[in-house]
């Protein structure tokens, strides 16, 4: 097995392969995902309990680490595994490309009939995916796991989460899940759809609801992280709630259009009640002092407006630019390139 392709330049990513070609290069039966940035601190225990779980199905598998440009030692971590476990498979990222697209990159690489993505932290148990594959066996195509009880998180994490979701169900067109995060089983037929979705700000778990299938949840408590801090600060959150927003839902846009036009009429009624409060105390001052708050009001509703539909401009943008999702520098533990990526 050749465990290392250091030799080859940084390689882009390229268009997917088809479910068809995955099976016909290997015979796995499960690919695990588990994005990893910065976990040194987690990640030999998170490998030994996914091996323990995979082990107990009898069938063949793969572990598949997508290294986001960490800094910590987890890449030289996940080097040394690779040594040892044949299962195991490192994508390492020529630097921090954000947790979705790193998704994204281990459901293009992944091979099996079923694909589990799964976080390092351990917050996901990973002998939840026990009871997914169950239900995966029922005919079930989507299986995502539905957070009971978030623990080991602060109050505003939680009420952000709670808020973040709701928010989302009621803005997008897309039935998606609340207080469900990325860790999920997705059938090949449905990992392949996801290949073909090219888009670059992703929210994989809103791209999974749009694709459709038969789906179903797993309810579970979500324990606090096994070690080290999260990696999605609010400056993150923020980022992600964004994509979410302009990817699956023109309504800002449209409420931005209804605000403008209700507010054009309330500045109509407000320059009259100006004007009149001018004409009766016969104190321009007052009247002056009205309107130009009110001017500032609007003009500031107007940059939120404009802010709004920036979003979307921006996106576009990205799109048509057309960069790659990510750029590899190394891949490790694959026995031959796929659908030519070197």
Known sequence: MNTSDR?????????PSSGQSARGRMDVRYSVIVPVYNEAEV????????????????????????NDGSLDGSRELLERLIQDEPNVKVLNFSRNFGHQIAISAGMEYACGDAVIVIDADLQDPPELIIEMIARWRQGY??????????????????WSALLFYRALRWMTDVDIPVDVGDFRLIDR??????????EKSRFVR??????????????????????GETKYPLKRMLRLSA??????SEKPLKFAMYM????TLASAAFILIALGMVLLTNHAGSGMLLFGGICV???????VAIGILGQYVARVHDEARDRPLYILDDRLGFEQPVDGRG
């Open 206 to 227: 809103g791209m999974v609801a749009w694709a459709g299938f038969r789906q179903t949840g797993v309810e579970y408590v979500r324990e606090p992280r096994y070690a």
């Open 43 to 66: 990640l030999m225990v998170t490998h030994a309990r996914l091996k323990a779980v995979m082990e107990t199905l009898g069938e063949a598998y793969e572990l598949i680490f997508v």
């Open 7 to 15: 030799n080859h330049p940084p390689q882009l990513s390229a268009q």
């Open 189 to 198: 037929k449905v990992c392949d759809v996801m290949n073909s979705l090219r």
């Open 260 to 263: 403008g036009s209700l507010l």
């Open 243 to 248: 994509d979410a927003m302009t990817s699956f």
């Open 141 to 158: 195509e989507v299986v995502y796991a539905k957070r009971l009880v978030r623990r080991g998180e602060t109050w505003f994490k939680r």
């Open 297 to 303: 009001f609007f003009n500031s509703l107007v940059l």
